[in-house]
């Protein structure tokens, strides 16, 4: 399993935040996912699929993700 850790541009309340950590944890192959408002960051633990995937699963919720 691998692990990462996104700064996330587009989140304005916890409610974003929410949104985005729920909708991780939905899609398969992210094992986990932990959004943090305060941060503007998401840690993903995954598997099976690449840093891309998840970065253009990020943008379909209506955030972006800048880089690690």
């Known amino acids: 399993m691998k692990e990462i850790k996104l700064k996330i541009e587009g989140m304005h309340c916890n409610g974003c935040s929410q949104r985005l950590e729920n909708s991780l944890n939905k899609k398969k192959?992210?094992?986990e996912a932990k959004v943090d408002f305060?941060?503007?960051e998401a840690h993903i633990k995954y598997e099976k699929i690449g840093k891309e995937d998840i970065?253009?699963?990020i943008e379909e919720?209506?955030?972006k993700s800048v880089g690690e």
């Open 61 to 63: 919720i209506g955030f």
């Open 38 to 40: 305060d941060k503007k």
């Open 29 to 31: 192959n992210i094992k």
């Open 55 to 57: 970065e253009k699963f």
